[in-house]
């Protein structure tokens, strides 16, 4: 990687601005749900303390406004905090001004200090110079281990670089190092195999994709929008008519360039959507061939066969980018097919592909088919993963101070 990492700074008796992402679930006492994005910051944190530096720790919850909202005040991460890192975590009540400066004067080698909510403050999502400024006071170096946010040119991640040197944590290096590394020189075969529920939030990840695959799946919903631009029935399927063009000019595309484009070739239908209430009742499903999808039946999920030439696609890749299930995975009558896929991708990457999820609901659709162990990288990044795999400069990582 050509950033700058913790592993190339001294950080013995400093104190150190490290930028994480902790927006994290609660439910309605406020306990955390998911920890994942805590844990996984972990490594870079212990690294720091273990190196004997102080740690002045800064992120964002929700979305509040000035107003101040407590449900996303980042006092609720102390305690869970503190169990992980095995020592106590002291809080400041702002993320800059005198109650900042004062608790972050005294920290000692060893010392942990989460400051609020940075979007307490409009200047941290405006990269307000001033305020960056003042977060990067506070320290003497800072660390960059947000990649959920790196996609944003925010105070905090892509500001505080002017004012302080600013290097990568080891889970922003990993991400670096696994999605840009990838597409960068992709081992081919290289598969991407793009789902999801619509084509208009995916059209930057698959045109990209255009230029730097062998081979692209596509399933899920959009693959409707596909069909019914080539003129096939898509009976009651979701479909964006305003994208046919848009998808014509992608198949196109893709033919010029050589790269294949692996669509349904059959598929589970439904009389109903399974979310209602008559679907325990009245619903039906059966499969049939993409060409056969009738009005009144909703096509939810792959059919076996388009599972098998996926499956087919995936053998001997070498590379594979997955963004997007390929059904209603919410529903187990609807799951089928993104689990054939998952355990297509598990057999590739046991066979020495490096296989990448991420980005949108894909990784809630890796963990219910019990294969996420088999992937080579998890992105932690939603929307982040989603403009990487766009090849849009991520302003977060640009900011990062070169090797
Ligand atoms: P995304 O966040 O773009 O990855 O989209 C995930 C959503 O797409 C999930 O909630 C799926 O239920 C939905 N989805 C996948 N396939 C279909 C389909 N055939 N019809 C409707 N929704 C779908």
Redesign the pocket.
Known sequence: MDKKTIKDIDVKGKKVFVRVDYNVPFDAEMKITDDTRMVRTLPTLNYLLDHGAALILACHIGRPTEAREPQFSTKHLVKHLSELLKRPVQWAEDCVGPKAEEKAKDLKPGDVLLLENLRYHKAEKKNDDAFAAQLASLADVAVDDAFGVSHRAHASNAGVPKHLETVAGFLMEKEINYIGKTLEAPKRPFVAII????VS?KIGVISNMIDKADKIIIG??MAHTFDAAKGLPIGD??CEPDKYDLARDLLKKAEEKGVEIILPLDLKVSNMFPADEKYATEGKTKIVDVDKVEDGWD??DSGPKTSEAYSKALDGAKTIIWN??M????YKDFADGTLAVAKAVAKATDEGAISIVGG???ISALNKTGLTDKISHVSTGGGATLEFLEGKEMPGIAAIADK
């Open positions: 789902g999801g529920a619509k939030d899920g919903g399927s979701l096509a939810l997007g299930p059904g209603v995975f919410e949108g609901d894909s």
